[in-house]
């Protein structure tokens, strides 16, 4: 019945909003934590260095690495954790940026999950000094942020396959209608498809 598309259509759009308040709320968890962690590391990159060599003298790997690498290692970890929380938080380059969000957290938390288990160091310093978290504190945090990205890059490529199908949709319905004998209206509404405007856009563009 009428009442009951129209209602269909309704919870349609009401899980639509609560799925796009999660993976806003998710995204912006993200870039919060890694421009915090990023930047506290950034600000003192000796502490980050000490805490580098601490990680190295902990797994037996204190003398595997010139004596500049702990230092370069806190930099470029700081670098990257504050460029991906940039990138999170404005929508730059949103699903790389999560992937490579993801990527760190598949890494760190089993890695929290052993500090937390066998505390070969008192803390893990992702904030540095401005917010030292214990072991567990730090693999229960790494376990929310992990949730977080799944659940971002996840929305991203049901996004993708949502506007592929529509593109598909859209292709089939014009290819009845050159079939039915209208090609003007064919070639007219394919310039509307978003992958034929973005090779268009390409082409022009060179």
Not at 51 to 58: E, N, R, S, T, V
Not at 126 to 148: E, P, R, S
Request: with cysteine.
């Amino acid at each position: 019945s009428v009442f009951g598309l129209i209602k269909i259509e309704f919870e349609d759009r009401e899980l639509h909003i609560i799925q796009k308040v999660w993976t806003n709320l998710c995204r912006f968890a993200l870039a919060g934590v890694f421009i915090f962690s990023g930047f506290a590391k950034a600000v003192d990159p000796l502490g980050s260095e000490y805490k580098i060599q601490d990680y190295l003298d902990a797994f037996g790997m204190g003398t595997w690495f010139p004596a500049f690498f702990p230092l370069l290692a806190g930099i470029v970890l700081s670098a990257i954790e504050f460029s991906v929380g940039i990138f999170l938080f404005f929508g730059i380059r949103k699903t790389t940026a999560t992937w490579l969000a993801l990527l760190l957290m598949i890494f760190m938390t089993p890695l929290t999950l052993y500090l937390a288990l066998a505390n070969p160091v008192s803390d893990c310093g992702c904030f540095g000094d401005a917010w030292v978290l214990t072991n567990w504190q730090t693999f229960w945090k790494n376990i929310i942020l992990l949730i977080a990205a799944i659940s971002v890059l996840a929305t991203s490529y049901l996004s993708a396959q949502l506007i592929a199908l529509d593109d598909s949709r859209k292709l089939h319905g014009e290819v009845e209608r050159l079939k039915e004998g209208d090609p003007e209206r064919v070639f007219a509404s394919a310039f509307e498809l978003p992958a034929f405007s973005a090779l268009a856009s390409l082409v022009f563009q060179n």
